[in-house]
């Protein structure tokens, strides 16, 4: 099965000079960018590799086998979908801490022996934090309402998406991560589903889970359970968005309390971004959704909405999201592709700030105001200064479970959002480089020793015996 451009493409040819410079002619007309040459076995006669391709879409790669298979001397044994095949068998598996080698082993890490911690845990609940996994453990809980930009697919769809989590809180942080995908939509069937749940982990991770009932869900679990409760797509979001615009701040010489800032998109992203930037200080912030800027002299239904209204554009200013920005110094989209025009972008203030976060397409595309803006992010990886929420989440919840914390509080985000600027430091910040890689080896590390700090500080880390003798 092959659906996307990004292929592997086995090919046998007879062993002789020209033969694959001639293959690769063809690639490079269809547009393909070649990766790896494999060479998988080759005799006097005949030579067979792999060739690594990716096209610009499905349509090249048709042209492309059919002008190859134009060849005679050129045999195509399979064709397959690197995306497919970087997925077969799933992307995450369990192992064993203690070896099992013998009976001895048997009898001390299931029974007899592990009679003695469940009666130890009985007495001392929070001993599981060192007795099982639960300390280094989160949930990635999951309805499948609202996937990446795909919307409601269902939970099964959702799977491989919360397995990819798994892999990134394992890779930056060694946090261990459970994908949880619920069968159930109503916001209380998700609720007392992870409650329920709740006992075997040190931290729930909502994820893609549809505004509104997001807000609702977080905001109880919040409140039923003494472990942290984290939605992702909320404040994970919110963390790099500040972080990026502390600093891009800094390359223009504006300040945070001192900015009109103008937020496209009243989702829960968007929620989470304008209670972030209100907790670090700014203070001029419009609203818009599809309809314009919120305003509280303006009927809602929806409590996220009113919410927005009631704590934001303090002059109550009217108008579409064209009409709004008009002299604006930051612009934030968590919205949708082609909002906005380099002519609406001229009409903000000396350098502005543009953030257009809408994934896979931006609100508008960077290259048509590289020449005017001051500083461009964006949600995607093939752009400068990228808010990746992978450079938020795993930090945030290895602090979270290393004080064995009781909330993720937005103090704790606030931290982890200046920590994650202070990485960039002032000799390497600059206009296309004010967020560090999620590759970068230091992120995680900052970030989690800032969440730790804060939860100590107001009391939210809890404390654990771990003197199990």
Request: hydrophobic share 45%; aromatic share 6%.
């Given at each position: 099965m092959v659906l996307s451009p990004n292929v592997t493409i086995r090919i046998k040819l007879p062993n002789r000079p020209g033969n694959l410079a001639q293959v690769l002619s063809i690639i490079a007309s269809e547009g393909g960018s070649l990766g790896?040459?494999?060479?998988?076995?080759?005799?006097?006669?005949?030579?067979?590799?792999?060739?690594?391709?990716?096209?610009?879409?499905?349509?090249?790669?048709?042209?492309?086998?059919?002008?190859?298979?134009?060849?005679?001397?050129?045999?195509?044994?399979?064709?397959?979908d690197r995306v497919f095949t970087r997925h077969l068998g799933g992307k995450i598996e369990i192992n064993a801490k203690r070896p099992v080698q013998n009976w001895e082993d048997l009898s001390l890490v299931y029974t007899p022996g592990v009679a003695l911690i469940s009666e130890t845990l009985?007495?001392?609940?929070?001993?599981?934090?060192?007795?099982?996994?639960?300390?280094?453990?989160?949930?990635?809980?999951?309805?499948?309402?609202?996937?990446?930009?795909?919307?409601?697919?269902?939970?099964?769809?959702?799977?491989?998406?919360?397995?990819?989590?798994?892999?990134?809180?394992?890779?930056?942080?060694?946090?261990?991560?459970?994908?949880?995908?619920?069968?159930?939509?109503?916001?209380?069937?998700?609720?007392?589903?992870?409650?329920?749940?709740?006992?075997?982990?040190?931290?729930?991770?909502?994820?893609?889970?549809?505004?509104?009932?997001?807000?609702?869900?977080?905001?109880?679990?919040?409140?039923?359970?003494?472990?942290?409760?984290?939605?992702?797509?909320?404040?994970?979001?919110?963390?790099?968005?500040?972080?990026g615009l502390i600093n891009a701040l800094k390359v223009v010489g504006k300040r945070l309390a001192e900015v009109k800032v103008v937020l496209s998109g009243a989702g829960a992203a968007g929620m989470a971004i304008c209670k972030m930037l209100k907790v670090a200080g700014v203070s001029d912030i419009i609203v818009c959704d599809r309809n314009g800027a919120l305003a509280r002299d303006v009927p809602n239904?929806?409590?996220?909405?009113?919410?927005?209204?009631?704590?934001?554009?303090?002059?109550?200013?009217?108008?579409?999201l064209k009409e709004v920005i008009k002299d604006a110094d930051v612009f934030i989209g968590v919205s949708g592709p082609g909002l906005l025009s380099r002519e609406d972008i001229l009409n903000m203030s000396e350098k502005p700030i543009v953030f257009a976060l809408a994934n896979?397409?931006?609100?508008?595309?960077?290259?048509?105001?590289?020449?005017?803006?001051?500083?461009?992010?964006?949600?995607?990886?093939?752009?400068?200064?990228?808010?990746?929420?992978?450079?938020?989440?795993?930090?945030?919840?290895?602090?979270?479970?290393?004080?064995?914390?009781?909330?993720?509080?937005?103090?704790?985000?606030?931290?982890?959002?200046?920590?994650?600027?202070?990485?960039?430091g002032e000799e390497q910040l600059n206009a296309e480089n004010i967020i560090p890689s999620v590759f970068n080896e230091e992120v995680a590390a900052a970030v989690a020793k800032a969440v730790e700090e804060v939860a100590e500080q107001t009391g939210v880390a809890r404390k654990v015996i771990t003197n199990i003798e």
């Open positions: 790896a040459i494999d060479l998988v076995s080759a005799t006097p006669s005949h030579t067979t590799r792999e060739l690594m391709i990716r096209l610009e879409d499905k349509s090249h790669l048709d042209t492309m086998l059919a002008t190859l298979k134009e060849f005679p001397f050129v045999q195509i044994i399979h064709v397959a009985a007495k001392e609940p929070d001993m599981a934090y060192s007795l099982t996994m639960k300390g280094n453990t989160v949930a990635i809980v999951t309805d499948g309402s609202a996937i990446l930009g795909l919307g409601n697919l269902g939970p099964t769809a959702a799977l491989p998406v919360m397995e990819g989590k798994s892999v990134l809180f394992k890779q930056f942080a060694n946090v261990d991560a459970v994908p949880i995908c619920l069968d159930v939509h109503e916001p209380q069937q998700i609720i007392d589903a992870v409650v329920a749940l709740a006992p075997a982990f040190g931290g729930i991770n909502l994820e893609d889970i549809a505004a509104p009932k997001c807000f609702e869900i977080e905001e109880k679990l919040n409140e039923l359970l003494d472990i942290p409760v984290f939605h992702d797509d909320q404040r994970g979001t919110a963390t790099v968005a500040l972080a239904k929806q409590p996220a909405k009113i919410w927005l209204a009631e704590n934001t554009n303090e002059e109550c200013i009217h108008g579409s896979p397409e931006p609100e508008i595309e960077p290259e048509k105001i590289y020449d005017i803006s001051g500083v461009i992010a964006t949600g995607r990886s093939d752009y400068p200064n990228q808010i990746n929420n992978a450079l938020a989440f795993p930090g945030i919840f290895r602090g979270a479970l290393n004080s064995h914390a009781k909330t993720i509080s937005n103090e704790m985000c606030l931290a982890a959002a200046y920590a994650l600027a202070r990485i960039v």
